[in-house]
């Protein structure tokens, strides 16, 4: 299929996108508000819910803003590559997690993205009243999948 019409289609199929469908598409987090579909041969990811979209949005404007010296990207605007978002998605939802949950150990897997949001904005009152400390942490520490490199 070519791009360009593949691009057209997932716009006019996917008009709430899923800002983690990187994360639940890497099998990395779950969300109990996504729902996968496919285009030809290609899946993508959207979310089930306008405030839950919303949320999760902020929180991912948020986290890109507070860690741009631990992934050392200063341009705000320009896009991540595909490590780093997935750096900023699953390292800020493990430290989210953590601080939500200080008591449990972090998870390799997050089950319910939405559902961590939610507890974080009960906990805090609000995104904005995180403490980031810790989550930026998560995220610099994230490491992600290593490369295979088979004998050549």
């Excluded at 716009?11 to 899923?18: A, D, G, K, L, T």
């Excluded at 290609?42 to 404007?61: F, I, K, P």
């Excluded at 998560?138 to 004998?151: D, H, L, N």
Aim: charged fraction near 30%.
């Amino acid at each position: 299929m070519d791009n360009e019409i593949f691009r057209r289609t997932y716009r006019s199929v996917n008009e709430r996108y899923c800002p983690y469908e990187k994360s639940i598409l890497t099998n990395s987090c779950k969300c109990s508000r996504a729902r996968r579909f496919c285009i030809a041969e290609r899946e993508g990811v959207n979310c089930g819910a306008d405030a839950a979209q919303s949320q999760c949005l902020e929180l991912l404007d948020l986290l890109r803003r507070q860690a741009r010296f631990a992934l050392k990207a200063t341009d705000e605007r320009a896009a991540l590559p595909h490590s780093k978002a997935m750096r900023i998605q699953v390292g800020g939802l493990r430290g989210l997690h953590a601080v939500v949950s200080p008591d449990e150990p972090i998870p390799e897997k997050i089950e319910d993205i939405h559902g961590i949001i939610e507890r974080a904005v009960a906990c805090f009152g609000g995104l904005a009243n995180i403490p980031l400390q810790p989550v930026i942490q998560q995220i610099a520490a994230y490491k992600g999948r290593r490369r295979f490199r088979g004998r050549r």
